[in-house]
């Protein structure tokens, strides 16, 4: 039971600990926005036992090492000590969306929705309900 649980643990921090696609710019394949802000985090508050950089890896190996320069370079521009974490490639999948697709579906969601149906009369004034 403890090594299903110690299994699960690890694959959790590494998840947490990875940068996914949408954390790099498209054309340039350096950190965007949110990329800083996730590699900020896991050098912030990931346990120092699990503290460790992980980078998605792209559709071809000249992008992979792109992204992983460029998070290396980061990484170096962070950190102030010499405990710098490993930087690694990983291949996986990201287990969610990022925040401009989240973004387009909601705005897609409130484009269409109906106008609401429920016509308010208010009562006339002066009179007690």
């Known amino acids: 039971m403890n090594n299903i649980m110690d299994a ?3 694959n959790g ?3 947490e600990s990875t940068l996914y696609e949408y954390h790099f710019e498209e054309e340039t394949s350096t950190l ?5 802000a996730q ?5 912030e508050n990931a346990p120092a ?11 071809n190996t000249e992008t992979s090492q792109l992204r992983l320069s460029a998070v290396r370079e980061a990484v ?6 010499n405990n710098i974490p490993p930087v690694t490639l990983r291949t996986d999948s990201p287990r969610g969306r990022s925040a ?3 973004e387009g579906i909601q705005r897609a969601i409130r484009a269409t929705a109906p106008e609401p149906r429920i016509q308010y009369t208010p009562l006339p004034s002066g009179t007690s309900g």
């Open 39 to 43: 590699l900020g985090w896991i050098l």
């Open 100 to 102: 401009a697709e989240i």
């Open 49 to 59: 036992d699990r503290r460790a950089v992980y980078v998605q890896t792209a559709d």
């Open 8 to 10: 699960q643990n690890r």
């Open 13 to 15: 921090w590494k998840a």
């Open 32 to 36: 965007n926005h949110s990329g800083r």
């Open 76 to 81: 170096g521009e962070i950190v102030v000590d």
